[in-house]
């Protein structure tokens, strides 16, 4: 099995989520008391926080490039960035550990694409629907992503910061989510996105009446994968 390094703490609560999701699906995969070899660095997400918030994506991507390449020193023969957002520096992060990293628009596109869709709802941060950064990366696989009217978004963004990132989770703000979905459905979207890794911890497939893309259990299904690549072949 691959030494998976895991770069995560954004927020703690998606990592969580990960650290068990890769190992129930190597224990499903291989049996017994199978599980996970992985090596993980858990940053401080309120110092990414502040620098995001403040444009700052070269301090972001320089704390991130320091703990990928210690990752590659302990040993890691890949790299998973767990988190949508800092996707954006995803280039600079891989350089600096020169790992193969998963990327996880790559696995949210390749399970889109499985279901013969093209047209799909975003709900993420601001960054990630504002920027092109993810959008751009979806279109290379023919994907085409609708993020929420102006007001919508920063209702998403507030909720994934204010909320699902310490723990939080409110009937108000599943509610708030089911109608930016709703709006979403109305505009032609055929599929969602869950595109901030604690997304997935407020609404799922009972929460809108099209197919929902967890990117958070996507991206630990494709980590998986790699990981038991040269064992399955």
């Known amino acids: 099995m691959r030494l998976l390094g895991v770069l995560g703490g954004m927020s703690w609560t998606s990592t969580e989520a990960y650290y068990r999701l890769l190992n129930l699906g190597v224990g499903e995969r291989l049996g017994g008391l199978h599980s996970a070899r992985i090596v993980l660095h858990s940053v401080d997400f309120d110092e990414i926080a502040v620098r995001q918030h403040a444009g700052d994506w070269e301090g972001t991507a320089q704390v991130l490039a320091e703990a990928a390449a210690g990752l590659a020193a302990a040993g890691a023969d890949g790299l998973l960035l767990a988190t949508n957002t800092m996707h954006k520096v995803a280039d600079v992060v891989q350089e600096a550990s020169g790992l193969e990293l998963l990327h996880i628009a790559d696995a949210t596109a390749a399970a889109i694409s499985a279901r013969g869709l093209t047209r799909v709802g975003l709900l993420a941060t601001a960054f990630t629907m504002e920027e092109t950064f ?5 279109a290379r696989h ?6 929420p009217d102006p007001v919508g978004r920063a209702d998403v963004h507030r909720v994934i910061y204010d909320e699902l990132v310490r723990d939080v989770v409110r009937p108000e703000s599943r509610e708030r989510y089911r109608e930016v979905m709703a709006d979403l459905v109305g505009r032609g979207a055929e599929g969602m996105i869950l595109g901030c890794t604690e997304v997935g911890l407020l609404v799922g497939p009972d929460d809108t009446t099209v197919p929902t893309f967890d990117t ?3 991206h630990a299904a494709a980590a998986v994968d790699w990981m038991l690549a040269e064992t399955s072949a």
């Open 216 to 218: 958070c259990r996507l």
């Open 134 to 138: 993810y959008v751009e990366r979806l």
């Open 142 to 147: 023919g994907i085409e992503a609708l993020v």
